[in-house]
């Protein structure tokens, strides 16, 4: 927040690029002062309307009036209060009392600071994963519709990144989409955890609302589902010190760290893929590669993602240190911290989201590319088949298993002494040895009959497990994303 009586000059403060340069605006909202200041003014309106409710001597005159002033909230007079009282909660209570004269004797009446502070977290992480979750089904919509394109299409598989047996393009899609549901589920979970903290007092107990009500406990423990309640939330955490358990932190940031890992490893499969010409992310009419080089096509956008996703598995590293140091009921080396990691967190894997999206919905394969491929290397994994045919036409395996060792290793030389293409295939069909299963190889060398299960594979794991994930977000995966930078 600016000082009082600072003119802003945007462009000469730092500015995080999360903010400036990537994050949706509705990310970048839910985690905005106005957000966090006006639930604060709704907690403290929740707070009243359940305090009256049960009891207390709360107007209806100060409920309406509260209700009237949520948003009229001036920031530059709570600048002033919390440059002058050194406390973020107290000067917008006194800012908030300022718009609100009558009730100003009952805002925040019993309440701690982390009765707003705590309590808003909550909120605004739940409504966090609200956001992130559509954005990732729409991710997971498009990479399935890549995937049923593709799930007939032959490509070179590898392991250790080196030649093995084929899969199909929408396989290997598939691999990707398996992940990010696990993902998808993972952030559906650790939203509907989350509880509230609700009405606990300064250190857990709920001591000063025990007094408020005279000692009735039932009044008490009503309160607190009461706002609870309001707040949008089914359930309240049993116990707390000051602040709800840091654990929680770890368990919302450690699934957003996991789909950071996935869509880094669905990136750099990207970007390995582009370096062989084999698929490619989206590249517009004028963008340039490359300032020096202007035939580059680098895959920007899944480097993008790679180099953000780095730091969102970094993030989980803070909640971890904070809940081990928490010191009974609390200490406050735990807020400036969570200021960044929290915020910090969701914007990066709303980023990541967007820019995936970008990707799946124009991801470019080329065909002849992957077909030339497989041509390469296709005829020393159909060594097996051969050897099986001649055996059937009335050969001796071992015989045959001998003739292929030593015409594949000759294949294997033009390869990579000499640079040429693989002439394995030329070798065999030169060979009277062979003689029995020329008109075979044809055949035998079909790229389909190497791929297995997999097209069946990704047509039932799409309608059996993928659409069912993405029902829920049915109405919310309409739409493309064009990124701006």
Not at 86 to 95: G, I, N, S, Y
Request: neutral net charge; aromatic residues 8%; contains cysteine.
């Amino acid at each position: 927040m600016a000082a009082p009586g600072e003119e802003e000059d945007v462009m000469a403060r730092y500015r995080s690029p999360l903010v400036s340069r990537y994050a949706s605006a509705e990310m970048a909202y839910n985690f905005s002062e106005r957000k966090k200041f006006g639930t604060w003014r709704r907690l403290w309106l929740y707070l009243a309307q359940a305090e009256k409710s049960l009891g207390l001597s709360i107007t209806d005159e100060q409920i309406q009036e509260m209700e009237a002033n949520l948003d009229n909230i001036d920031f530059k007079m709570a600048a002033e209060e919390e440059k002058r009282l050194r406390h973020d909660v107290m000067a917008h209570v006194h800012t908030f009392a300022h718009c609100c004269p009558k009730a100003a004797a009952i805002i925040h009446l019993g309440a701690t600071s982390c009765y707003v502070g705590d309590n808003t977290d909550l909120i605004v992480l739940r409504d966090g994963f609200n956001l992130l979750l559509p954005k990732l089904a729409r991710v997971i919509s498009r990479l399935a519709d890549f995937a049923e394109k593709y799930a007939d299409m032959p490509t070179l598989g590898f392991t250790h990144y080196q030649p093995a047996q084929l899969t199909t393009v929408g396989k290997r899609c598939c691999l990707w989409i398996q992940d990010l549901c696990m993902d998808l589920q993972n952030l559906e979970r650790a939203r509907d955890d989350l509880r509230f903290r609700g009405v606990k007092g300064t250190t857990g107990t709920q001591a000063s609302f025990l007094q408020l009500f005279d000692g009735d406990h039932s009044k008490v423990e009503e309160l607190d589902r009461l706002v609870t309640a309001k707040a949008g939330f089914k359930r309240a955490y049993m116990v707390t010190g000051q602040t709800y358990s840091r654990k929680v932190d770890i368990g919302v940031l450690a699934v957003l760290a996991s789909l950071g890992a996935s869509v880094h490893k669905v990136c750099t499969d990207i970007r390995l893929l582009a370096n062989l010409k084999e698929i490619e992310e989206p590249f517009e009419k004028d963008q340039i590669g490359s300032s020096a080089m202007p035939y580059k096509r680098n895959p920007m956008r899944s480097e993008r993602c790679c180099s953000l996703a780095r730091h969102l598995m970094t993030l989980v590293m803070d909640p971890l240190q904070t809940a081990a140091v928490q010191w009974f009921e609390r200490t406050l080396d735990d807020s400036a911290n969570r200021r960044v990691c929290l915020a910090e967190a969701f914007l990066t894997a709303d980023i990541i989201l967007s820019t995936l999206q970008n990707v799946s919905e124009g991801l470019v394969v080329y065909p002849k590319v992957i077909e030339r491929r497989i041509r390469q290397e296709l005829p020393f994994m159909a060594t097996e088949n051969i050897i099986m045919a001649m055996v059937k036409a009335g050969g001796n395996r071992q015989d045959c298993h001998e003739k292929i060792r030593v015409l594949s290793q000759q294949a294997a030389a033009v390869v990579k002494q000499e640079g040429g293409d693989n002439d394995f295939i030329a070798r065999v069909r030169a060979d009277p040895y062979f003689s029995p299963i020329h008109k075979q190889l044809e055949s035998l060398l079909d790229p389909s009959s190497f791929t297995g299960r997999a097209p069946q594979q990704v047509a039932k794991f799409l309608k059996e497990e993928v659409r069912l994930v993405l029902i829920p977000y049915e109405s919310e995966m309409g739409g493309k994303i064009e990124l701006a930078l």
